[in-house]
């Protein structure tokens, strides 16, 4: 499986942190990729960022049935707190 990944500090103290992922060959599928970009804000904004980047695709791929059949719902499942 192809992967990126990178998390950012800001630049300011009240500048946004993100993480950034791209998986190609998502859950084994080389039709699929996931991609995202994580925003963490305050003092634990980089922390929260990279933890989001790190749970969320494996919380996704945790029900590859359900993945395969209605990948939205997978991702309502894997994050419940996106929708």
Do not use: Y
Request: charged share 15%; with cysteine.
């Amino acid at each position: 499986m192809g992967q990126g990944a990178r998390v950012v500090d800001g630049s300011a103290p009240a500048s946004p942190c993100t993480a950034t992922l791209v998986i190609r060959n998502f859950g084994g599928n080389p039709s699929w990729a996931f991609a995202g970009v994580f925003d963490g804000h305050g003092a634990c904004g980089m922390e929260a960022a990279a933890i989001v980047k790190d749970a969320l695709p494996r919380e996704i791929l945790a029900n590859k049935t359900l993945l395969t059949a209605d990948p939205i719902a997978a991702i309502k499942v894997g994050h419940p707190l996106l929708f």
